[in-house]
């Protein structure tokens, strides 16, 4: 009897983020997507023809009986506990008469045993006394920054062929920064670096819902069906990031490096002749995508993710949204919590998305720290214990704060005197509508054009919170045009 082996790699996030250092987070994602790559996955006894799904840290092959699968899971999981470790895998089997029926049964089969798996705990320190400068794992050789464990020393092994992985969404005369330094931050300020998670909206269950639609179809229908839906998701995530990147590249003013809105000062840096640009992808695969950036353009960027991931309807899947996470956080903090934060601020945003029956994308930012293990809902509650955000936000709610809200905060007359709109900030951040009404009836007497860009609750406050922290990415030429 045929059978559908799964499997599903866990602890990725930790994988990644276990280290602070931009390169070995990059090389760390490359080694996530090559361990379930194709070329890997048809190896032990498999064939690529074999190979259904291989993205994001997910994989299912299948097999001709139950023997032939459980070779091939041994070789594999031994092969990824050399090459990756640190790196763990759920795998799961699933024979079947019908490949639809076969295909929900795996998905219940690997839900089950990432349940049921028991934590791994193995003796890392026996003979060690010496910790890894990155991880605090135990050390296994002494690297350029201090002793480092086995998963550093894997990872940094592969820096060269991550750089060549990600290379392919460059456009001429650019490339990706290696550390989070590089990417436009000056030095000695105490700039922010944004941490952006985008994740799809109802990708499983329209993927239940087409499973639950095959009825009568046969096998190979199946097959190809769930081959092309799936192969189009991860183009639709690649996509995305070839936008982004682009974006940047296109905002880059040759003559000096000037990025973005020149009032913001984000200046990029050249290496070996190629323009460095203010993002790093981290993680993609499929609807999952994961970048760092500098923190003045990660909001521009984050939007720029959420609409382009909609702009078309997927076959066997229709049309879908997908919503973001932004953390502005400080340069040197701990990545792992960073990216916690960023994928919680993602859950607010979904969560708000369905309480109100949306279907567009949405977002949802945090700026500054927050209390390890902290969610998104806690830290609003401490933060804003009123009424004084309007977080999470729809994207059409996000285009009206940018484009009406903040932009007048940078026009004549509250350009005039920024001490006015910093005042103003600090009234409405007391939750004190009353006064910051008053307020402004007083400076009307002088001024009588000053008004309010928005309704005093929840939307001026993020206006003014990112009055000296948002960035839009124009191209280079419509601004030279422009000026």
Known sequence: MPVLTGVDLVGIQDYIFGSNRLRD????SW?????????????????????????????IVRFDNMSAARTWAAGYTRWLLDAAPGLEAVVAHQEYDRLAEGLRGLGEGLDRAKAERRPSAPLLG?????????TGLPALEVGEDGPISARILRVRGRLEEARRHWSWFLPADTTFPSELDEMGRTRGDSSLVGVVHVDGNGIGGAIRDWLGSCGEWGD???????REWSKALSARGKDVLRKLVQRAADAIDTKDGACGEPALGLKLRKSAGDWVLPLAPVLLG?????????????????ATAVEAFGEWPIQGLGRVSACAGVLLAK???????SYAMAESLCRSAKRERTKRGSEEGWLDWHVGGFRPGESAEELRRRAYPGDQTGRPYALSGWKELEGNVLAKFREAPWSESRSRVKALGRILAEDDLKTAKRQIEAWQLNTPE???????RGHLLDAI???????????AKAMEAAS
């Open 331 to 337: 340069a040197h903090a701990p990545f792992h919590q």
């Open 465 to 475: 919170e990112l009055l000296d922290l948002h960035a839009v990415l124009k191209p």
């Open 220 to 226: 190979e229908r199946v097959w190809q069906g769930y």
């Open 126 to 134: 026996v003979s060690f006394t010496e910790r890894c400068a990155v």
């Open 25 to 28: 987070a990059v090389a760390g």
């Open 286 to 302: 499929g609807d999952d995508l994961t970048f760092v950036c500098d923190g003045r353009v990660a909001l521009d960027l984050a």
């Open 450 to 456: 000053l008004q309010a860009p928005a309704d005093l």
């Open 31 to 59: 080694m996530v997507a090559h361990a379930t790559s194709q070329p890997v996955l048809a190896q032990w006894g498999g064939s690529a023809d074999a190979v259904l799904l291989a993205a994001g840290g997910n994989a």
